[in-house]
């Protein structure tokens, strides 16, 4: 009869056991679909937001041409991707800061340019081979 006591308590443990950790299991699966929507969600907050674009210039608005030395460079304007060098852009009148940037070049300097006031219209930024 011992036996019959010992194999049933063992049963009973063993069974004990197993609901934990199905318990822990339903937990973890439960964090992790957590995790998963959390970060489904921060993704789809990172993609839904447009880029920044360069503000309207109104009707005094300047064409401007904006080349790099060498051509292809990403151009910011006022902190603002504006494209790929060359490439045409109506600014406002007045100061502007560009910057130009290309893989295997150094990225150059803060370049101030004050739209209306150069002739032609027409600016190059140069960059210098980084290796």
Do not use: F
């Not at 049933?8 to 822990?24: V, Y």
């Not at 006022?78 to 490439?87: K, V, W, Y």
């Amino acid at each position: 009869m011992g036996g019959k006591v010992a194999d049933a308590r063992k049963g009973e443990a063993h069974r004990a056991k197993s609901g934990i950790a199905a318990g822990w299991s339903a937990v973890a699966r439960a964090a992790a679909s957590a995790l998963l929507v959390a970060v489904l969600v921060g993704l789809a907050a990172c993609t839904a937001a447009p880029a920044p674009a360069l503000p309207d210039p109104g009707p005094n608005g300047v064409e401007l041409t904006i080349k790099s030395a060498p051509d292809g460079a990403s151009i910011v304007i006022d902190g603002i991707a504006a494209g790929t060098a060359p490439l045409k852009v109506k600014l406002r009148p007045g100061p502007h800061r560009m910057r130009a940037s290309l893989t295997g070049y150094y990225p150059g300097p803060d370049t101030r340019v004050q739209v209306g006031a150069t002739e032609p219209p027409e600016v190059t930024l140069h960059l210098v081979a980084s290796h």
